[in-house]
């Protein structure tokens, strides 16, 4: 699949709202799970969200859940992540990816298995 692109990211104040976007080339995205990870400084990848092809499925990490809400428009091939009542410890680069793959096995997939990233947006979180 042809590349992932992220923007929003920048600087907020905790208890901010943001909202992040991935742009999706090419006209498979609906043939695929979405999903957003983020890394904190000396931190590994972790998973925050995943969508399933028709959104009819979606995870999140508990962490997240409740103030994060992942959505997707397959005809403008777009993957949106609204974060709302933003935190310190949300800082990071926030990296869209897509798989083959259903979202619920993207929450466990191994970074370097699943298919197609992009190159991230950093996101932080301070006052």
């Known amino acids: 699949q042809a590349p992932l692109v992220e923007s929003g990211g920048r600087l907020v104040q905790p208890g901010d709202s943001l909202r992040l976007s991935c742009l999706v080339s090419g006209r498979s995205f609906a043939r695929y799970s979405g999903a957003w990870f983020r890394q904190a400084p000396e931190k590994e990848r972790e998973f925050v969200a995943s969508i399933s092809l028709g959104s009819d499925n979606i995870y999140y990490a508990d962490d997240v859940k409740g103030r994060f809400t992942i959505s997707r428009t397959n005809i403008r091939n777009y993957l949106y992540l609204q974060m709302n009542n933003l935190k310190p410890e949300d800082t990071a680069v926030y990296y869209c990816?897509?798989?083959?793959?259903?979202?619920?096995?993207?929450?466990?997939?191994?970074?370097?298995?699943?298919?197609?990233w992009g190159k991230g947006t950093l996101v932080t979180v301070s006052s």
């Open positions: 990816a897509t798989d083959r793959r259903t979202a619920q096995s993207m929450r466990y997939l191994a970074t370097n298995d699943i298919q197609n």
